[in-house]
């Protein structure tokens, strides 16, 4: 059964592993390439085996991040596994000039930003709420609440046509903005809202929903009755269902949808149909709550699986090249369980910092008590 | 020097910090062609653009939202919630994200949002329109919040908030919007954070902000009939708070009456007073007493002034502190 069968169902039906004819794809899960007759690609031979290291990298991060959290080394850790293409396709689709607004499980779009992987550990951790610079990145700090960041991201590309950085023509300066959200947010208000304000400006923005097909133990077709990208149509913009662990759809149909954001042609949503193959964080139990074989028909389409033989099957690898990407991987896993296991705690008079740009008094006196009352500890006299 | 309604007076101190900073835009739900439905930005869309001055969606949480992200592309948004019991939509995007994006960024990311609110009743309005929340919003770390009470502090309140790189409450007592005053726009106001004696005394300080202040004067006035000299103190910023000048006036005449028309239960009353019985134990010649709106829901309007403080209640709280 599909989704859009359960437009006319009147019980409400568990995840599905099938897509729908409707899925944008241009790798099979068997790594056939194939034409799609609006979004195709030709990228070099550099280009696809730099697309295949990404999404090795980005995997181990995220496993590294998760033995660290079984170790005691993390809080808590929102794996990404299952969702690798989806997020570098998208992330390698974005100009150096883009920003990108995510959620808490963009590891993958981190990656392609340039963020160190240490500031996400950083985060859950408990060391500090991120702690890269967003203008810098062009990548907004994580947003924990599902769908606040769909309006940030709303106003900024608002404020990118008020510069006028906007169908000008000029590939290098126009800017586009991508907001990230999942199906679980795609019933928040916020995010309701922000596709409203996106259509009536125009503003150039791409919609980037990861149906990854559960939120925590809710299913999609609780929080929808239609596919998720015909949602757009409503609202008055275009949408688009890619198969997310397709790494070159996800990034044809992105670049596109950018592109037409860039030139001025207003927002889209793309939703990126994959699989959470993991819990929804390290504190959670899918065995609760959803059945094995669904995960096993899920593995059968494995972003990186398909990408590999999608390479061999081109012959633009040879063994060498796997083995290079694996030790790149298992450098990047040590000094990620290094660089954590040295990541010092911040001093308790930190989180006086920054409250304000310009403090207040108040907040200056309990800073100083509570610093005279720790140094009363240095000095024994508690 | 011209005489203006608070309304106006408000309006001309947008028009100024908008010719001044070409990042400054108006946002909010009927702002641009009406000019708000109290007029506060009556002919700023028709002098500074549709650009400059959004008429919104009817959506406060996108109005706030989107302000952030403007915010975060150099731009300085002043939004307008429409009425007082309109701003909870946007309550989570003003506290879980406006509050926090400064420390959450290590001061990376400034937010030089203000969020103008018309709040307090006596204007016979239906339900939502007269309430007072500020309390909600000095609750949270990350938000400055403010509150006018006259035409000249509103001309020059309004403009130092926008030019605060803080996000920043700014209420408006909507009752008062239409009593006028002779502004001189060439004077240099007090710090936006300051408080202010408005009325000197010896016998007692009623402190008030907003919608009070008068109240207080008028209060004041006819005590002073009776043979009392009281004290009137306009908090204006209610966080941060003023303390030394609230401390200075209380340490003088030490009995103090807090008005306010929001509840009284953890209201600012309750924070007021727990600061000076800390910092005034052993001067006090009374306890603290508070003058509030009640516990309940903003009661229908045909009984608001019951539920509103009034000269009455605030002459006889001044009376039982007097009378300790």
Known sequence: ?382 | MAQLTMAKALNEGLRKTMEDDPKVLVMGEDVGKLGGVFRVTDALQKDFGEDRVIDTPLAESGIIGTAIGLAMRGYRPVCEIQFDGFVYPAYDQIVSQLAKMHARSQGMVKMPITIRIPFGGGIGAVEHHSESPEAYFAHTAGLKVVACSNPIDAYFMIQQAVRSDDPIVFFEPKRRYWEKADVDTSITPDSLWSARVVRPGTDATLLAYGPMVKTCLDAAAAAEEDGRNLEVLDLRSLSPLDYPTVFESVRRTKRLVIVHEAPSFVGLGTEITARVQEELYYEMEAPVLRVTGFDTPYPPSRIEEEYLPDLDRVLHAVDRSLNY
């Open chain 1, 1 to 382: 059964m599909s989704l859009t069968d359960l437009a006319v169902e009147t019980t409400p039906v568990a995840t599905s592993t099938a897509a729908g004819p409707e899925l944008v794809q241009l790798l099979t899960p068997e790594g056939e390439r194939v034409s799609h007759p609006d979004y195709d690609i030709n990228l070099s031979d550099e280009e696809y085996r730099g697309l295949y290291r990404d999404l090795v990298l980005v995997r181990r991060i995220d496993i590294e991040a998760t033995a660290l959290q079984r170790q005691g080394e993390l809080g808590i850790w929102a794996a990404l596994l299952g969702q690798e293409a989806a997020q570098v396709g998208s992330g390698r689709a974005l100009r150096d000039q883009d920003f990108a607004f995510p959620t808490y499980r963009e590891h993958g779009v981190a990656w392609c930003r340039g963020v160190d992987p240490l500031r996400l550990l950083g985060l859950f951790r408990g060391v500090d709420n991120g702690g890269w610079d967003p203008q810098d990145k062009r990548f907004h700090l994580y947003t924990i609440v599902i769908g606040s960041q769909t309006l940030h991201a709303t106003g900024y590309a608002m404020g990118i046509s008020k510069d006028g950085a906007v169908g000008s023509g000029d590939d290098s300066k126009d800017e586009a903005v991508i907001a990230y959200f999942g199906d679980g947010a795609s019933s928040q208000g916020d995010v309701n809202e922000a596709f409203v304000w996106a259509s009536v400006y125009n503003a150039p923005l791409v919609f980037f929903c990861q149906n990854n097909q559960w939120g925590i133990s809710t299913p999609t077709a609780n929080q929808t009755r239609i596919p998720l990208y015909q949602r757009a149509r409503g609202f008055g913009f275009p949408g688009v269902r890619v198969d997310g662990n397709d790494v070159l759809a996800t990034y044809a149909v992105t670049r596109k949808a950018l592109d037409d954001a860039r030139s001025g042609q207003g927002p889209t949503l793309v939703e990126a149909f994959t699989y959470r193959m993991g819990a929804h964080t390290t504190s959670d139990d899918p065995t609760r709550y959803r059945l094995a074989t669904e995960l096993e028909a899920w593995k059968l389409k494995d972003p990186l699986e398909r990408m590999k033989a999608f390479l061999y099957k081109q012959q633009i690898v040879d063994s060498g090249y796997f083995e290079s990407v694996e030790n790149d991987a298992n450098e990047l896993a040590a000094r990620i369980r290094k660089g954590c296991l040295e990541m010092a705690d911040p001093s308790p008079m930190t989180m006086f910092d920054h409250v304000y740009d310009e403090t207040t008094p108040l907040l200056e006196q309990q800073r100083d008590a509570f610093g005279s009352y720790l140094a009363g500890f240095a000095e024994g006299s508690h």
